[in-house]
Structure formats: C-alpha cells, structure tokens
C-alpha cells in the first residue's frame, strides 16, 4: 500500500489542523532581518543561521506531517486579493496614485505568501510518486518554475517614499509594505535552499503524513538529547527520531495487546464461558492477536529503519496483505464462536427457523472470504474495474459450467422461500424418507431411519414431489380392515358396529368433530386453513365388503396426536378396544380359506369329501 496500513488508527498524536505558513514567514522575516543587520559578529550569525535551520527543518516536517490538512486548506487571501483588486481598479479610476500604489504593494505581498503555499503544496503532492528520484527533480522543477516567474516589485516606483518625512497613513502603509516585501524576498532564498536541503526528509514525512507521531519525533531528533545519541545511532541508519517512533510505537502495541487481553477475560468471565470454550479463545483467537501485534512490530521496524521509499512500501505491502489473511481468520472464528455461544438461545426462538440461521452464517463466511480476496487483490494494484468486467464477460461460461451448483443454490433458496420443509421434518422423496438434518446451499442432508445419512440436491427436491410427513397439526391415520366370520350374527355385527362408533367418538386420543383447533398463523390465502395446517377429524366405521372367507368391516380415523410413539399407543389401546366389543358380541375374526372337493374314480353315487386348508398370517 502506499501508506503504512494502521498506523493511523493505532496512534491519536493528531495536531490540531491550522494555517501554520504565515506565523512562520513572519517568524522568518524577524529572522531575516537580524541577520541584515551590520553589527552581528560572526559568532552570533552562525548562531543565528544554525537557529534557523532548525526551524525550518522542524517546520517542514510538521507542514509534511500534516500533509492532508494543509493541502485541504484554501487560499486565505482569496477576498483579500479580491478587495484590493477592486479598490485599485477604482482609486485608478478617480486618479488616487498613491492609493494605487499602497493597494499594489499589498497585493503583491499576498502573492508572494500564497507562492510559498502554492510551493509547499505542489511539493507534497509530488511525494505520492514512489518514485524519490523523481520527486527529487520535481522539487528542483518546482522552484524553477516558481521562481522564475516571479516578478519583483518595481523599487522605482516608491523611492518618494521611503523618506520618512513624509506623513500620512498611506506613505506608512507604504513604507511597511515595501519593507515586509523585502524581507519576505530574502526568506525567499533561504526557504528555497532549505526545502531543496531538506527535501528528502519531507518526502518520508509527508509518506508517513497519516502517522502524526513521525512529526512530533522530529521534535526529539533536534532536541538536546536528540543530537547526542545521533552520532551513536547513524551507523544503525537510525537516528533519535526513528528511534523514538519504534519505541512508542512497541509501547502502544504491547499496551493495547495487554488490554485486549484483559478486556477479553473480563467479558468471559462475566458470562460465564465453559472452560473448553475459554481454551478455544486463548488457542485460536487470542492467539492471532499475538501474532498481528507481533507482525506489527516488525513491520515497524523495518519501515522505520528502511525509511518510506519504494522498498519499505513492498514491505508494507507484503505485511499487509498478511494482516487481511489474519484479520479475515480473526472474524471468521470470532463471527462463529458467538454464534456457537448463542446457538442454545437461536434454538428456542420459536419463529426463527435454524436453516435460515445455517444459511445466513454460511453466506456470512463466504462474503468475509470474498471481501478479504478483493482487499488484497486491491493492494496487489490489480485493477479492480477490469476483474469485475472480465468476470461480466466470462460470466455466461462460468455460469454455464456452474450451472448445477446455481441450481442448487436457487433450489435452498426456494425451499426456504416456499417453506417447504425444515430442520427436523420427516420427509419423503423417491422412496427415500427420513429426519431432514440441514438444509446447505447445495444439497439437503436427510437422516435415514436406519440410521443412513442421505444428501439430495436441493435443484431435485424442487423439481420433485416431497411428502412431508411432519406438517400435520392434528390427526395421523389409522386405518384397519376388521374381518369378521360369515357365520357371524348380522344383528350383531350392526350393533357391533355402532358401539366401534360410539367407543371412537368418546376416545381421548382420537380426533372427531368436537375436537378444537386454533391456528396463530394468518395466511393471506383463500385457502383451507385446516388443510393447510395438517387438521383431519374424519372417522368411519362401516360394514364394507363381502370377502372371500370374511365379513370386512372399515374403521377409518385419526389420532389427535401426530407423534409416532403417542400415535401407536393411542391405536394400539384401539385394537385393544375393539377386540372386546367384536368378543362381546361373539363375532370371530375371520382368516382366509379354502375349500377343496375331491371325487372317487369308482363312477357310481360321487360323494363329496370337503377337506379345509387354513392359513393365517
């Protein structure tokens, strides 16, 4: 990247945003003019001189390090020019000479301070090339430039009144104007020489401009104590400011992993997580703190030590694009670990289905993987624009080789919006049935009822008729053909038959017309909200076939409990039932048979012997 990834939101040493130009060329002219001055021996002009060098060294760092704000700073002497632009205008017009004089000299002042600026800005924005050669000659091309095109003001045209005898507020406006022109002409010199002096210095703050702290260490490296230890560290290629950015810089990090560290068992603590839970945090998540914190520190070091050119930027590259990989792992569990602490109360919200929860968190991670592939694509400097447009391109190809994998994902997606099934339903499709298990953007897991776990694309349970078993709310079938002997009484079967009726009616586990059913749910259908819901309160007990070796009577109803287990209890204790009413009666069960005649060969009176084969199942 081109600017050191984090540092700005790991140090808070901002400086306030303020016009600093003009307090320091106003600084410089006072400077300026102590040095014009002829009494100065040549000790105190070097003092003087070694005084000023460091202002401005220690100004074009700030001004660097404060490149954005500076450069988002308008032309303060906009209205200014404007004014007196106007007011020279019309003082020629009503022939004021000296009025035109006094307004030109101050606009000319306001020119050369806005030079200064136009300078400093054009320098920064040359600093985004990663190029220092480059920015090295713009510099140079910079003040050519500049200066080249300055035009002095013509001294002539005042000489009358530089003599200080002459009153008035005009000719002292004048006398002062010309004096700050001068003055700000020699500043001129000087700051063109420091700039192109202090140029490459610039450059590293100006690239390192979101890292306030740079500007502040160059404070510390033009200290007392700066310039003792520099000696010491010039062989190390550091120097007291570079030293001082790496300590702080390691103090921070190390402050904030320990209150990372702190805050993280205090919120454990608070909620009271399991203690294999907590040794999942330390191993896998507290982990990568430590290993971004660790990465950080080195990445630091080498920036600092390397200084900001184009290898330290290959550097801040290659660590962050490790820092995306990290983080992305970071999110990744620390997103599937809350779910995983929360999933127990997920599960009891009644109206919120756990496939949805499934499919949100898969779709969650695959977006936090695709938003880290992006940023590192990003950072590679692969043209982002031209990706997505090829991938426009050779989406149709794409599609067309994926095309199984879309079906599927639109296939969970219709499931889910159709509400055809959930978690837990127990459903059936070519002859396979059993307890859905999840419901994937792929295919549908189905739990067997011989413990087999079976997976269903989701594109053919769309396209295919599923029984679902479980979306009944009241009444499971039973149904039973009863047979009953043809020797049997038919007075007896009738009456047997009406208390078969009457013993379902008043049975607690069957469902009849009184049985009540109240649905929370409002369908904006014209729909049956009983067939939707899955109600069924029929029951039937008729007389109805002459069999082959039985009387078969139909019994047909439902249970009011859909549960397997409470559905064969409730027709078990049937059957117990009706066994005792058909005996009450001394109505028989019938079993099939069959009669075979047998004839003797002898040819006189036949004589039938009947001969009974009985089977039973």
């Given at each position: 990247m081109k600017k050191i990834l984090l540092l700005a939101i790991l140090f808070s040493t901002f400086l306030l945003s303020k016009d600093t130009l003009n307090p320091f060329l106003d600084q410089q002219m006072k400077v300026e003019a102590q040095l014009l001055e002829q009494n100065l021996t040549k000790e105190e002009r070097a003092t003087i001189q070694k005084k000023q060098h460091s202002e401005y060294q220690h100004f074009f760092m700030e001004y660097a390090a404060n490149k954005k704000d500076n450069l988002a700073i308008s032309n303060p002497y906009r209205m200014e020019i404007s004014r007196l632009k106007i007011r020279i205008s019309n003082?020629?017009?009503?022939?004021?000479?000296?009025?035109?004089?006094?307004?030109?000299?101050?606009?000319?002042?306001?020119?050369?301070?806005?030079?200064?600026?136009?300078?400093?800005?054009?320098?920064?924005?040359?600093?985004?090339?990663?190029?220092?050669?480059?920015?090295?000659?713009?510099?140079?091309?910079?003040?050519?430039?500049?200066?080249?095109?300055?035009?002095?003001?013509?001294?002539?045209?005042?000489?009358?009144?530089?003599?200080?005898?002459?009153?008035?507020?005009?000719?002292?406006?004048?006398?002062?104007?010309?004096?700050?022109?001068?003055?700000?002409?020699?500043?001129?010199?000087?700051?063109?020489?420091?700039?192109?002096?202090?140029?490459?210095?610039?450059?590293?703050?100006?690239?390192?401009?979101?890292?306030?702290?740079?500007?502040?260490?160059?404070?510390?490296?033009?200290?007392?104590?700066?310039?003792?230890?520099?000696?010491?560290?010039?062989?190390?290629?550091?120097?007291?400011?570079?030293?001082?950015?790496?300590?702080?810089i390691i103090a921070l990090i190390l402050i904030i992993q320990k209150i990372i560290y702190l805050i993280m068992n205090l919120i454990l603590k608070h909620y009271h997580v399991k203690e294999e839970d907590m040794e999942y945090i330390h191993s896998h998540i507290t982990k990568l703190f430590n290993i971004i914190a660790s990465l950080f520190i080195i990445q630091v070091i080498l920036v600092v030590f390397f200084g900001v050119d184009t290898k330290s930027i290959l550097i801040s590259k290659f660590f962050a694009v490790l820092y995306i990989i990290l983080f992305t792992m970071l999110i990744y569990r620390s997103s599937n670990f809350l779910v995983h602490l929360r999933i127990d109360r997920i599960q009891s919200?009644?109206?919120?289905?756990?496939?949805?929860?499934?499919?949100?968190?898969?779709?969650?991670?695959?977006?936090?993987?695709?938003?880290?592939?992006?940023?590192?694509?990003?950072?590679?400097?692969?043209?982002?624009?031209?990706?997505?447009?090829?991938?426009?391109?050779?989406?149709?190809?794409?599609?067309?080789?994926?095309?199984?994998?879309?079906?599927?994902?639109?296939?969970?997606?219709?499931?889910?919006?159709?509400?055809?099934?959930?978690?837990?339903?127990?459903?059936?499709?070519?002859?396979?049935?059993?307890?859905?298990?999840?419901?994937?953007?792929?295919?549908?897991?189905?739990?067997?009822?011989?413990?087999?776990?079976?997976?269903?694309?989701?594109?053919?349970?769309?396209?295919?008729?599923?029984?679902?078993?479980?979306?009944?709310?009241?009444?499971?079938?039973?149904?039973?053909?009863?047979?009953?002997?043809?020797?049997?009484?038919?007075?007896?079967?009738?009456?047997?038959?009406?208390?078969?009726?009457?013993?379902?009616?008043?049975?607690?586990?069957?469902?009849?017309?009184?049985?009540?059913?109240?649905?929370?749910?409002?369908?904006?259908?014209?729909?049956?909200?009983e067939d939707f819901k899955g109600v069924k309160r029929t029951t039937l007990v008729y007389m109805d076939e002459f069999a082959d070796s039985s009387i078969n009577i139909l019994i047909y109803c439902f249970s009011r409990s859909v549960v397997w287990q409470e559905w064969l209890s409730v027709k078990e204790d049937v059957m117990y039932k009706v066994a005792e009413i058909l005996k009450k009666y001394d109505l028989d069960f019938a079993y099939p048979a069959m009669t075979v005649h047998l004839a003797k060969e002898q040819g006189k009176d036949e004589e039938k012997k009947e001969q009974v084969v009985q089977h039973g199942f």
């Open positions: 003082n020629r017009q009503r022939g004021y000479k000296s009025a035109v004089l006094r307004d030109k000299a101050l606009l000319h002042e306001y020119m050369m301070r806005n030079m200064f600026r136009d300078i400093l800005n054009e320098v920064l924005r040359s600093t985004e090339n990663k190029s220092k050669d480059f920015y090295e000659d713009k510099v140079d091309e910079i003040l050519i430039k500049y200066f080249s095109e300055y035009k002095p003001l013509k001294m002539e045209l005042y000489k009358e009144f530089t003599d200080t005898n002459k009153t008035g507020s005009i000719p002292q406006t004048i006398r002062e104007t010309v004096k700050r022109i001068f003055l700000l002409e020699a500043v001129s010199r000087t700051f063109s020489a420091e700039l192109v002096e202090n140029r490459l210095n610039i450059y590293r703050a100006a690239r390192l401009s979101e890292v306030k702290l740079f500007a502040l260490a160059s404070v510390v490296n033009e200290s007392s104590l700066g310039q003792m230890l520099n000696p010491y560290l010039a062989p190390l290629n550091l120097d007291s400011s570079k030293l001082t950015v790496i300590i702080a919200y009644k109206y919120l289905k756990k496939e949805v929860v499934n499919l949100v968190i898969k779709t969650g991670n695959v977006l936090i993987i695709m938003l880290a592939f992006i940023l590192i694509l990003y950072i590679l400097g692969v043209n982002l624009t031209a990706v997505l447009s090829g991938l426009g391109i050779g989406g149709f190809a794409v599609a067309f080789a994926a095309k199984d994998s879309i079906a599927n994902i639109f296939g969970s997606i219709s499931i889910l919006a159709g509400d055809l099934f959930e978690q837990g339903d127990w459903i059936e499709i070519d002859n396979m049935d059993g307890t859905v298990v999840e419901i994937g953007l792929r295919a549908t897991t189905i739990r067997t009822f011989d413990n087999a776990l079976i997976s269903i694309p989701n594109f053919k349970l769309v396209n295919e008729g599923i029984k679902n078993w479980s979306r009944r709310s009241i009444g499971r079938r039973i149904k039973m053909i009863i047979g009953v002997t043809y020797e049997s009484d038919f007075e007896n079967i009738k009456k047997a038959i009406e208390e078969i009726r009457t013993m379902l009616r008043e049975h607690p586990g069957i469902a009849n017309e009184r049985t009540q059913f109240q649905s929370f749910y409002r369908q904006p259908k014209l729909i049956s909200a």
